[in-house]
């Protein structure tokens, strides 16, 4: 176990002299193995080492007498010692999670208070038959593919880093390695119950595949380490792409253009949804399986314009035409009042801005963002709101009438800007403008015009 151990910490590169390496020790043989091999060795890597234990008062007087074997054998061996107690069943049931992910939560919390600089370093005991474990145990439950399987050699927590350097050797080397150093570990009861998957991976299928490849956990490692390099890379292309896709960014909503989203290649593809999603969600972000991520594809690669997808906590995806609005929470429908607009005079909708006045100048030319009306004509009061279900539009250069949301269909308008879209309505209910879409053909100007009424919008971004 020495060598290897030795290989692997210089290899990555794991520790540098001045480092404080504080191992996380649990008093079973993994942990206990890396606490003795770091005490041993701290004269050759030129570091401090420091124990720290959590006890998570789950098995009762187990778990005591797990403390205080941890804080005695620290005593015999002149290693500091630090200890942490938790309330893991407390902590489960006020935030409705599971006993496992409850302990892990707050001992990671202490572990990254733990390191509060950049050469401390936390180990833990993770071995090579854990990460067969676990690399199994994520293929089969399904997650997303676009992280590499299995646990890191190193990463980053708090100011400093966790490392692994048992991933490279066998459950069987570190009980051997205890023997030969008279270590005599604990043992945690629960390590045998069928309840857990991990277990059941651990007693019944890492057995099986041990017999056809003894060398499975090198293989394994070395498959999670290639893995995590090709990862890396196609990860930050997809962040390049991602800038040019965006449209428009706020803290719960995206927007992507489709067309530049399926110019990219598939991979690419894929992480830029994991990207979005993960942005969303933030640093709480939920199990995003590969399900989640062939949902949002599988939308976007239909010939459908319009359709719509609902995620974990609340996210929906909703396409419309050339965009993608990726929303966390419920859409926001606007709710308008139905608005005068006094002649002369101005109103606010949303992010629009309509201002009228009126003029006996007979020869102006509309602009796109205008509507110039015959003042008789009109029928005051000019009511600006947004569409409703059986608006009929009496079209410019058009024979008869043509639905408002037809319209809005026609002129590729996103479902969600139809619901913000204002509308100008006269006394009887005709719509005269659709702003910057189409005006009606009612008040038009004509030979008797005497004074007219010259409307404008405006519409601010966002």
């Known amino acids: 176990?020495?060598?290897?151990?030795?290989?692997?910490?210089?290899?990555?590169?794991?520790?540098?002299?001045g480092d404080t390496v504080y191992v996380a020790v649990s008093g079973g043989p993994d942990s206990m193995a890396l606490l003795h091999y770091m005490q041993q060795n701290r004269n050759i890597y030129g570091i401090d080492v420091i124990a720290c234990h959590v006890n998570h008062q789950l098995r009762?007087?187990?778990?005591?007498?797990?403390?205080?074997?941890?804080?005695?054998?620290?005593?015999?061996?002149e290693i500091e010692y630090i200890e942490k107690r938790i309330?893991?069943?407390?902590?489960?049931?006020?935030?409705?999670?599971?006993?496992?992910?409850?302990?892990?939560?707050?001992?990671?919390?202490?572990?990254?208070?733990?390191?509060?600089?950049?050469?401390?370093?936390?180990v833990t005991g993770h071995h090579g038959?854990?990460?067969?474990?676990?690399?199994?145990?994520?293929?089969?439950?399904?997650?997303?593919?676009?992280?590499?399987?299995?646990?890191?050699?190193?990463?980053?927590?708090?100011?400093?880093?966790?490392?692994?350097?048992?991933?490279?050797?066998?459950?069987?080397?570190?009980?051997?390695?205890?023997?030969?150093?008279?270590?005599?570990?604990?043992?945690?009861?629960?390590?045998?119950?069928?309840?857990?998957?991990?277990?059941?991976?651990?007693?019944?299928?890492?057995?099986?595949?041990?017999?056809?490849?003894?060398?499975?956990?090198?293989?394994?490692?070395?498959?999670?380490?290639?893995?995590?390099?090709?990862?890396?890379?196609?990860?930050?292309?997809?962040?390049?792409?991602?800038?040019?896709?965006?449209?428009?960014?706020?803290?719960?909503?995206?927007?992507?253009?489709?067309k530049a989203f399926l110019s990219i290649g598939v991979a690419l593809q894929r992480r830029v949804i994991h990207l979005i999603l993960n942005y969303l969600y933030g640093k709480y972000s939920p199990f995003i399986t590969s399900i989640h991520i062939e949902q949002v594809l599988n939308m976007l690669e239909r010939e459908k314009t319009s359709s719509e997808l609902h995620l974990m906590n609340s996210l929906i995806v909703r396409r419309d035409y050339d965009l993608c609005h990726f929303s966390l929470g419920p859409l926001n429908k606007m709710t308008v009042q139905a608005q005068i607009l006094n002649v002369p005079g101005k109103v606010s909708v949303g992010s629009w801005e309509l201002e009228s006045f009126v003029t006996e100048q007979l020869d102006l030319k509309e602009d796109h963002h205008q509507i110039i009306l015959d003042y008789e004509e009109m029928n005051e009061p000019l009511v600006v709101r947004t569409k409703?279900?059986?608006?009929?539009?009496?079209?410019?250069?058009?024979?008869?009438?043509?639905?408002?949301?037809?319209?809005?269909?026609?002129?590729?308008?996103?479902?969600?800007?139809?619901?913000?879209?204002?509308?100008?309505?006269?006394?009887?209910?005709?719509?005269?403008?659709?702003?910057?879409?189409?005006?009606?053909?009612?008040?038009?100007?004509?030979?008797?015009?005497?004074?007219?009424?010259?409307?404008?919008?405006?519409r601010r971004d966002g």
């Open 60 to 77: 009762g007087s187990e778990s005591e007498q797990d403390a205080d074997y941890v804080r005695r054998f620290c005593e015999e061996y």
């Open 129 to 258: 038959d854990d990460q067969v474990e676990t690399m199994l145990m994520k293929m089969v439950r399904g997650s997303i593919p676009l992280h590499t399987y299995g646990i890191p050699v190193k990463r980053k927590l708090g100011n400093g880093l966790i490392i692994r350097p048992l991933l490279g050797i066998t459950k069987a080397k570190i009980e051997q390695y205890c023997i030969e150093a008279t270590i005599n570990p604990r043992r945690d009861s629960s390590n045998q119950s069928t309840v857990y998957t991990r277990n059941r991976f651990r007693q019944d299928v890492l057995p099986l595949l041990k017999k056809e490849n003894h060398n499975l956990h090198l293989h394994m490692q070395r498959q999670n380490e290639w893995a995590q390099d090709d990862h890396q890379m196609l990860m930050d292309l997809a962040k390049e792409k991602l800038s040019a896709i965006i449209t428009k960014k706020s803290e719960r909503n995206v927007t992507i253009s489709t």
């Open 1 to 17: 176990m020495k060598a290897d151990v030795h290989n692997f910490l210089v290899k990555h590169q794991l520790i540098v002299k």
């Open 388 to 458: 409703q279900p059986h608006d009929y539009i009496a079209a410019r250069g058009m024979v008869g009438t043509k639905k408002v949301g037809r319209l809005f269909i026609d002129r590729k308008i996103s479902k969600q800007e139809r619901e913000h879209w204002p509308i100008l309505i006269n006394a009887k209910g005709e719509v005269l403008w659709v702003p910057l879409l189409h005006r009606s053909r009612i008040a038009n100007l004509n030979r008797h015009t005497k004074k007219v009424v010259v409307i404008s919008c405006k």
């Open 87 to 122: 309330d893991v069943k407390e902590y489960a049931k006020k935030h409705q999670v599971g006993t496992q992910v409850a302990a892990r939560e707050l001992r990671y919390r202490w572990f990254e208070e733990v390191l509060k600089n950049p050469t401390d370093k936390l």
